[in-house]
């Protein structure tokens, strides 16, 4: 079963189980998803679970959901299967949910046939759910958009989601902003790189590295893996070199149509290539698809910040 009717039962039926009080917040969003099917008949169905949004009434905010509701929701969402109406994205940003919670996902990512989008960001999964969710990406071939931003990775599971995205053939866009780095080798960034070489069929779109203390060697080496992708590389600590190396990509290979970079060392070499692709006599960079603007103050080319999808 996978419409939001039967969700609904499936819920209460393993609250039920595990004799814990259904939660309102989970509980007001499925009986929305349930009003709308009447409404409009549909073949999939949505569940914004976000910790920071108000409840359905936008009375208070929602209680928080933890590990003991991600375990819940694991076992109450397995059955969705193409055989029926389907969940296709699962939001559950900035909720309490830890290390348990996160590995209760994975489990749910390994039999689940239908979720196409899945974002945690903000939970504190840390390494150990990042790890699991790694190892359930080896399996499940529908999910198209993972966030886990913000979500304490540290460089063992970065690695191991770089190595599993070696051979995964269907996620397009990845966040992995903001993790828990205790090096300065550029470990991770490299791993990124050999991957995006390696994996020549991936339909990855878009990949957000920001905040993971990206230097200019990191950034070259990307530079030569990203010329066909999109990604944003805002608040590292690339300078001249390395944002040159990426404006050079993108004039070597067409495919390549969005780079945020704001944050790193804007060096005037770096600001003048970004100029050239914004503003040179032939154009490359649309001003849409950057989070920089070029600007001259006696003849020195500066970047002023614009606002970003990151």
């Known amino acids: ?15 039920a189980e595990l004799e814990k009080e259904p939660d309102t917040g989970i509980l007001a969003v499925l009986n929305s998803a349930v009003d709308d099917s009447f409404l409009d008949p549909i073949i999939e169905f949505d569940l ?7 409840n359905e009434r936008n009375e ?3 209680r ?7 375990s819940i929701l694991y076992k109450t969402l397995r059955s969705n299967t193409f055989e029926t109406v389907c969940l296709q994205w699962l939001v559950l940003s900035y909720n309490d949910i830890g290390p348990a919670g996160g590995e209760a996902i994975a489990k749910g990512l390994q039999v689940n046939e239908t979720l196409g989008k899945l974002r945690l960001n903000g939970n504190k999964i840390k390494n150990k759910g990042g790890m699991a969710i790694a190892g359930a990406l080896q399996v499940n071939t529908m999910l198209e958009e993972l966030d886990l931003g913000e979500t304490d990775q540290e460089i063992e599971s970065i690695i191991a989601m770089t190595t599993v995205l070696n051979l995964n053939n269907t996620l397009k866009s990845v966040n992995l902003n ?4 205790f090096t300065r080798q550029e470990e991770t960034t490299v791993h990124v790189a050999k991957m995006l070489k390696v994996n020549s069929n991936t339909p990855l779109e878009v990949l957000n590295l920001a905040y993971n203390r990206i230097e200019d060697d990191g950034a070259i080496a990307l530079a030569d893996a990203l010329a066909a992708y999109n990604t944003n590389l805002t608040t590292n600590n690339i300078a001249g070199d390395g944002l040159c190396a990426v404006a050079k990509a993108m004039r070597s290979n067409g495919a ?4 945020y970079i704001w944050g790193n060392k804007l060096e005037e070499p770096a600001c003048r290539a970004f100029q050239d692709l914004l503003d040179g006599p032939v154009p ?11 600007y001259i103050v006696d003849g020195v080319v500066y970047l002023a910040r614009l606002s970003s999808p990151f």
């Not at 079963?1 to 609250?15: F, I, W």
């Not at 390549?256 to 780079?259: D, G």
């Open 284 to 294: 490359r960079l649309d001003p849409s698809n950057t989070d920089v603007e070029p």
């Open 64 to 70: 928080r959901l933890t590990d003991e509701d991600a």
């Open 1 to 15: 079963m996978g419409d939001a009717a039967s969700t609904k039962e499936d819920y209460l039926k393993v609250c």
């Open 60 to 62: 208070m905010y929602r």
């Open 256 to 259: 390549l149509h969005a780079v």
């Open 178 to 181: 903001r993790p828990v780095l």
């Open 48 to 54: 914004f679970l976000h910790g920071n949004k108000r």
